[in-house]
Every structure is written in C-alpha cells, then in structure tokens.
T-cell receptor
Framework: DAKTTQPPSMDCAEGRAANLPCNHS???????VYWYRQIHSQGPQYIIH???NNETNEMASLIITEDRKSSTLILPHATLRDTAVYYC?????????????FGKGTRLSVIA | DTEVTQTPKHLVMGMTNKKSLKCEQH?????MYWYKQKAKKPPELMFV???????INESVPSRFSPECPNSSLLNLHLHALQPEDSALYLC???????????FGPGTRLTVT
C-alpha cells in the first residue's frame, strides 16, 4: 500500500508556481521522499527526491517539513507541458532495489 | 544515454497468440523492472530483476514470463493472455538509488 496521501487534482495558471502537497505521516527515519510525474500516455519521469533538507534541481524544488511528515513539490513557473499526474513516494534507497509503490497521485492541470 | 527503450509501442494479440515485449537500457543499471498500468490507475509492479536474477515476482500469473538475457535487456513473454490483461506495460531500470528509476515509454497491449 502507498504510504502517502495527495489531493486527487489541482489546477494552476500557466506561468504561476504550482505547489503540490504530500502527506507521509508514517515515514521512517531512513525513508526518502521521491517525486515522479507521468504525462499522458508516457512512462513516469523522475523529478526529485530528498530526506530532510530542501532540495532543488532544474525541474523543481522539494520542501520537506521539519518533522518530515509532509512535503511540497514546487514547479516555479508552470507551463502547459507540466500537465501530468504527480506521484509522491516514500522509500528507503539501497534497500535491495526496492520497487516503487505508486499511490493515486495528483492530477495537475496547467491552464493557459 | 539516459534512455530506456521499449518495443513494440503498440501490440494487438489474440488470446491464443504468443508474443514478447522487449526493453533495453545502456546506462549500466543492474536492476530492471516490469510494471503494468491499467487506464486511469497508477503503475503496479510485476517483476524485478537484480543482477540478471529474478528478485521479486508480485504473484503475476504464469501467462507472463519474464526473461533477462543480459544486464541491458529485459523481455516479457506473453502467452494465452486474457482481455483483462490489456494495459500499458512499462519497463524501468535503476542503479545505486532504487527510487531513481528511469522508465521507458511503455508498450500498449490490447488482447482481443
């Protein structure tokens, strides 16, 4: 079973920041938070991951609360191409090629 | 090269046919995965290969038979499938960080 809770859908205006929340209140100390997205009819795409510090890369920023029970993925300037289902996943890396367990994710619609 | 390729892109087969799906990666990853995704649902893990050995089989029916001929290739042999097996079949690979998986575009399978 997925160990995360996400809103089923969100809208965002093009050019604005998209903030996607994720609740993972049962996260263990060695589990990281990973974000993937899946654009329609494509395979999932890795976005970013983190343990407890905030992380940023060319795609997005990840903000993790101090108690690690929730996080927010931020797409700073959303474009129409960011319309996708976004999955938040927690797992411990280096744990024997642990498979990803996808929850239902958040369907983000970026609107022109 | 951060690409995972899958062939064919689309496949239509009858319930008595035998077919194979192929997946290839040249990133030196030592773990490869098969996922199944039904319409409007998240991907579900089927098999994990680690160092060319089957490490996880998520109770998949025997009409699906995986094969890992070498570290770059992963096959999924299909035989006597049912219409409910129609889905998008995704291949993925990973190296040190199991959560950072690279996915192929998938094969959309229709069983008639």
């Amino acid at each position: 079973d997925a160990k995360t809770t996400q809103p089923p859908s969100m809208d965002c205006a093009e050019g604005r920041a998209a903030n996607l929340p994720c609740n993972h209140s049962t996260v263990s100390g060695n589990e990281y938070v990973y974000w993937y997205r899946q654009i329609h009819s494509q395979g999932p795409q890795y976005i970013i991951h983190g343990l407890k510090n905030n992380e940023t890369n060319e795609m997005a920023s990840l903000i993790i609360t101090e108690d690690r029970k929730s996080s927010t993925l931020i797409l700073p300037h959303a474009t129409l191409r960011d319309t996708a289902v976004y999955y938040c996943i927690v797992l411990a890396p280096n744990s024997g090629n642990t498979p990803l367990v996808f929850g239902k994710g958040t369907r983000l619609s970026v609107i022109a | 090269d951060t690409e995972v390729t899958q062939t064919p892109k689309h496949l239509v087969m009858g319930m008595t046919n035998k077919k194979s799906l192929k997946c290839e990666q040249h990133m030196g990853h030592r773990a490869m995965y098969w996922y199944k995704q039904k319409a409007k649902k998240p991907p579900e893990l089927m098999f994990v290969y680690s160092y060319e050995k089957l490490s996880i089989n998520e109770s998949v029916p025997s009409r699906f038979s995986p094969e890992c001929p070498n570290s770059s290739l992963l096959n999924l042999h299909l035989h006597a499938l049912q219409p409910e097996d129609s889905a998008l079949y995704l291949c993925a690979s990973s190296q040190e960080s199991p959560g950072e998986q690279y996915f192929g575009p998938g094969t959309r399978l229709t069983v008639t």
